[in-house]
């Protein structure tokens, strides 16, 4: 029975092959280039994992995830359920802007007509609102949805925080649908009517895409389309997350057995499983009879 199962996740891909972006960009196909280095599939893992594990959420260096895509694409939607079910901090950049604007602060006068009109807020403000937010939440795991909007964005939170996310999740959506969820969306907000959408469209492919494009020449994008239900969106998100936290599992375990808790001679099921997951993590094929 271990071993059948053994076998389901060792022949499960790798999260890198089968959502990475450009392979099957539908909606922005003609901005995303191939990526230039596969995505470093066992550091990262590794990383998510011992992250998720980490002492309590004191860890300096959170695994941080960017979550982009257009004005109504469903970044929120997807990353109050991502927050839910793996344990993430979610901070939208949108959100802790608004709520600068609600503070009464003179920022926040700035801010809300940068937003009524569809233009992206100085990179210095939404940076600091974004550090501070991670420095409160004391997360190990963090989703920054709706950030970096543009180049500029990018640059400053690489140079405040000190490096780049480990992580993309961009939602494909096309324009129809997105302009159709938003006039649904009826939440009050000021940029919800159609003349600042057309502009936050513009705004999205003109800066926003340029963003998703660096990323992805670095290996770092997990690109999903976003349409169909949400449900059936969260279907393909949960896969990516799940893969990440299976991999990462095997990669720790590899760990311990070259470090000598296992060793060749000893045949229980743990240590044929480790065996097996060794061989797989470096690249050979296993055999796996009772898969298949
Ligand atoms: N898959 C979906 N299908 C239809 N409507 C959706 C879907 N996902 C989200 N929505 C709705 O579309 C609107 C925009 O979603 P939201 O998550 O706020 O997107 P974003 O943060 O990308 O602007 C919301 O009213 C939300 O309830
Ligand atoms: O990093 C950010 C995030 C948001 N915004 C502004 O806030 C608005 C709303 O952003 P939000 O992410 O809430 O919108 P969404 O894409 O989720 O509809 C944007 O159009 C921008 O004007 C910004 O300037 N910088
Ligand atoms: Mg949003």
Redesign the pocket.
Known sequence: MWRRRLGALLLRSPPSSSSTAASSCQHHRRHLLPSEEPLALNRLARLFTSQAVSDGGNSQKPFIAFVL???????????TKIASDFGFAHL?A?DLLRHEIASGSEKGELILDIIKEGRIVPSEITVELIRKAMETSNANKVLI??FPRCEENRIAFERTVGREPDIVVF?DCPED??VK??L????GRVDDNIETIKKRLEVFESLNIPVVDYYSSRGKVHKIN?????D??FEAVRKLFSSLSDWGRLAVEKEKWRAGTGTATQRNPTDLLIAEALEFLDGKRVQSPDCE
């Open positions: 895509g257009g004005p109504g694409s469903g970044k929120g939607t997807q990353c939208s949108g949805d709706g939602f649908e997105m969820r938003l649904g969306r009826n939440q976003a349409m169909g239900t949400a059936e969106i």
